[in-house]
């Protein structure tokens, strides 16, 4: 038995990926998209084979078995692709896999029909990504706008029961009406006028 494996632990930690997060999350998504198309392309296969045997009531397939075709993306359909990947923001990548892979099971499309539900998926999470960009926009314009709190409001008007400082539109129309008497059962309170 070797020790050179337990020595190990001085050497120096793997280096982080020098790859940008936006790089990781295109080469993730492709890297899905590839596993699926070769899944998807497996399951045709064996769904062939299996039509096949009921159909003849022989299996050969143990005997000889022929090269499969094998599907690719053009390669305009795959920059297409990549361009949209590209645009996936990474907290957002993990989420796209998920629904891609609920609705390859869902569907179980031919391999022709993946780039199609795959650039589906992109588009929604793309959507998704703007309307909560736009939410929490407003989020921010709200909570950034300047409120007025009690606090100012109480420094900015003295509000007092009986005598008041505040203007109001009967006393700009009766402005020119002499006061009326004061009722006698009534005190008269005025406000400390500060200079």
């Not at 397939?61 to 690719?72: E, G, I, K």
């Not at 692709?81 to 891609?100: M, N, Q, T």
């Not at 499309?109 to 780039?115: A, D, M, R």
């Not at 009326?180 to 006028?193: G, H």
Request: net charge neutral; with cysteine; glycine share 2%.
């Amino acid at each position: 038995m070797s020790l050179i494996p337990w020595l190990r632990w001085n050497e120096a930690p793997p280096r982080l990926s020098s790859r940008s997060p936006a790089e990781m999350v295109l080469e993730t998504l492709m890297v899905e998209l590839e596993g699926q198309m070769r899944e998807a392309e497996r399951q045709q296969w064996e769904r062939s084979n299996a039509v096949r045997k009921i159909c003849t009531g022989v299996d050969y397939s143990w005997l000889a078995s022929a090269p499969r075709p094998t599907y690719d993306l053009s390669p305009g359909e795959r920059l297409q692709l990549e361009d949209v990947c590209a645009k996936i923001h990474p907290s957002y990548c993990g989420p796209a896999i998920l629904r891609f892979r609920q609705l390859m099971a869902e569907q179980e499309p031919e391999v022709q029909e993946v780039s199609r539900l795959f650039r589906s998926v992109l588009q929604e999470v793309l959507e998704r990504m703007k309307q909560e960009e736009e939410a929490h926009k407003l989020t921010r314009q709200w909570s950034l706008r300047p409120r007025g709190s009690l606090a100012t409001f109480r420094s900015r008007a003295r509000i007092t029961p009986f005598a008041s400082d505040i203007r109001t539109i009967s006393q700009d129309v009766e402005r020119d009406a002499p006061p009326p008497p004061r009722t006698w059962s009534m005190p008269e309170f005025r406000a400390p006028k500060e200079d």
